[in-house]
């Protein structure tokens, strides 16, 4: 009988010892559960600053698919907004970096941020980041570029639509006076350009952020 106890007592223990092991387990399964669920927003903040990482998805579709600007085109936009290194260059829909990456090569600006709302084209700008050995003076960032802040700007590219353009004109308008702003291909409706040049058989057009809002161009500064 008193064997019988002590077998029991000995069962019951291990039992015990067994569950609480079990149970501190799951615990810690579910916690680690926890953390792998917390972990995105960790590895999302990561993946926005890492130029190797994987890329968020999509947010929307892009308003302008992706045609890449040539290499001499690229030139003369930079030449024509006199970049220097004192500049900070933002490229309103990057596609593969090259405007970012050729006013740090070529131009040594102070800061190069490219945006670009595709996946793929971010990933793309890194690598070729990466290929040029210009990470870490360039930043790609995957963003809506009319949700974007590029407040710090002093040379804006563009290669977008006519129509891009001109809904850009009110974000544009709020820049420091004096930034530098430059279009492949497209004009800014009634913002008439600075100046306009020929290069390859491309447009290359050229406006300064005025001091004082003209009056044809007051209405873009009246908040909806
Ligand atoms: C015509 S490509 C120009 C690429 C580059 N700037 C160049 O000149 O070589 C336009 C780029 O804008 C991007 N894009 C379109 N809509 C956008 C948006 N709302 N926000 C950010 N990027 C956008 C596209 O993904 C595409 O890469």
Redesign the pocket.
């Known amino acids: 009988m008193k064997l019988q106890a002590m077998f029991k007592v000995l069962f019951t223990t291990v039992s015990v010892g067994s569950l609480m092991l079990a149970g501190c387990t799951q615990q810690e399964q579910v916690s680690s559960q926890v953390q792998d669920e917390a972990s995105p927003s960790i590895v999302e903040v990561q993946q926005r600053s890492s130029p190797t990482s994987t890329p968020q998805p999509a947010e929307?579709?892009?308003?302008?698919?992706?045609?890449?600007?040539p290499p001499e085109?690229?030139d003369r936009m930079l030449k024509i907004a006199n970049v220097t290194s004192k500049d900070t260059l933002y490229?309103?829909?990057?596609?593969?970096?090259?405007?970012p990456i050729a006013a740090v090569q070529k131009y040594k600006v102070k800061k190069a941020v490219?945006?670009?709302?595709?996946p793929e084209?971010i990933k793309e700008a890194n690598e070729n980041a990466k290929k040029a050995g210009v990470t870490g003076q360039v930043q790609f960032l995957q963003?809506?570029?009319?949700?974007?802040n590029f407040s710090d700007a002093t040379v804006v590219?563009?290669?977008?639509l006519p129509e891009?353009n001109v809904k850009l004109i009110p974000q544009l308008l709020k820049l420091k006076p004096g930034t530098r702003i430059v279009s492949?291909a497209f004009d800014m409706g009634d913002w008439k350009p600075e100046k306009v040049e020929q290069v390859d058989g491309r447009t290359v057009y050229f406006w300064t952020v005025p001091a004082k809002i003209p009056a044809n161009l007051q209405k873009y500064t009246r908040s909806s």
Do not use: N
């Open positions: 929307r579709t892009p308003d302008v698919v992706y045609v890449p600007t085109v690229v490229d309103l829909g990057s596609g593969d970096g090259r405007i490219g945006i670009d709302i595709d084209r963003q809506d570029l009319f949700k974007s590219t563009l290669y977008l891009l492949h």
